[in-house]
């Protein structure tokens, strides 16, 4: 069972925008920390941002005043606004779910993915 589902991908021109959706399921949310994740071609995957439960957010010096992240832990959803997107910011977008140990059990997911592509 996958926990997160990813939506709003699409191809976009540089200078435009998208806004990526995930929505959770099977999960205490708001006991998770929230985050996106991308991996370009031949790259690793990288941080984009991460929020909290209270909504504290981090994101990667790359996005940082393009990027908006945002949950609703009541619809168990979290966000991603990308702003003025460039053409390095094509990759596949995770979203992850990520709890820490709790015991002797990890609890950290991860969804299957969402293409972003910006043409220049």
């Known amino acids: 069972q996958v926990p997160l589902v990813e939506s709003g991908g699409g191809l976009v021109q540089s200078g435009g925008s998208l806004r990526l959706s995930c929505a959770a399921s099977?999960?205490?949310?708001?006991?998770?920390?929230m985050g996106w994740y991308r991996q370009a071609p031949g790259k690793q995957r990288e941080l984009v941002a991460t929020?909290?439960?209270?909504?504290?957010?981090t994101y990667a010096d790359s996005v940082k005043g393009r990027f908006t992240i945002s949950r609703d832990n009541a619809k168990m959803t979290v966000y991603l606004q990308m702003n003025n997107l460039k053409p390095e910011d094509t990759a596949v977008y995770y979203c992850?779910?990520?709890?820490?140990?709790?015991?002797?059990?990890?609890?950290?997911?991860w969804g299957q993915g969402t293409q972003v592509t910006v043409s220049s």
């Open positions: 992850n779910a990520d709890r820490g140990l709790v015991g002797s059990t990890l609890y950290d997911y």
């Open positions: 099977g999960i205490t949310f708001s006991r998770y920390v």
């Open positions: 929020i909290t439960s209270p909504g504290n957010p």
